[in-house]
């Protein structure tokens, strides 16, 4: 849909070339469309780091780290739209320059979440883990190497695609009439729009809504086993299993006592009713 509305604006701004707002508009929607593919592709990641290495991937450490660049691409795409109008409606040299390198931030730090999923990949093939029987814990549908191969694929297309935007904003100014090769509308729409329709239709044809679900609440239990019932209740403090063993104690000792308390009557009953032996 982003795409879709970034293509819209570039047609609406080929139009109106004197247009600053679609001009504005456009490569703002070109600059973000791209965001949600970034963390989908991280979160996919971290659930394949998370099965494997739970240890790691489960810490406190680790999710606070994922959540801070979360936050991070949250306050970057901010500096970089701020950033990008302000350079349309400035002249001064100084603000421009300090707009420009606002913007090369902001695909530097793109560049670096598009990629940072491919060590961490690496990582989960390749380091040992030691201690535990099984090889991954089990999540989702289809096998481990499936999704390892969408998410690497994944990460290695946007990678491209995010350092060519950085590779061409850092480069110098040319002239109108002296084009570099990477300012041609083939290199732009192929190495941008195409690349992201390619991990889009991953995704789609790779089914990664059923390949990487996860039970809801696995972040409280801190895994993914089907068996998350009994580890959602030991992960509040066991209260709901410990009142049920206790309220099943206490009814069998009740029970256990009410049927003593019976053969107790039941036997002074039966021997007031036994004849004396005198007759009375």
Known sequence: ????????????????????????????????????????????????????????????????????????????????????????????????????????????????????????????????????????????KGSWTAKCLIVGTAGALLTLGAGFRLGTSAMPPRPVFHPAWYHHKACFYILNFGLEAIVVYLFLLGRVDQRFYVPDGSSKVRNYSEKRKDSYAASLGGEKVQDEEEVSEVQKSETQVNTQRRKQLTAVYSVEQEPSPNGY
């Open 1 to 140: 849909m982003a795409r879709i509305v970034a293509n819209i604006l570039r047609i609406a701004w080929a139009t109106r070339q004197t247009n600053v707002r679609l001009g504005i508009a456009a490569n703002v929607f070109v600059a973000a469309g791209v965001l949600l593919l970034f963390i989908l592709n991280l979160l996919y990641c971290q659930r394949l780091l998370r099965a494997s290495h739970p240890r790691l991937g489960w810490s406190r450490s680790m999710s606070y780290f994922i959540k801070a660049l979360y936050i991070i691409i949250a306050a970057t795409l901010v500096i970089v739209i701020t950033a990008t109008v302000q350079s349309f409606y400035t002249l001064n040299a100084d603000i421009r320059r300090i707009d420009r390198n606002l913007q090369l931030y902001g695909g530097s730090y793109l560049t670096f979440i598009s990629f940072l999923p491919l060590p961490i990949l690496a990582y989960v093939q390749l380091a040992p883990r030691k201690g535990r029987a099984q090889p991954v814990e089990s999540f989702g």
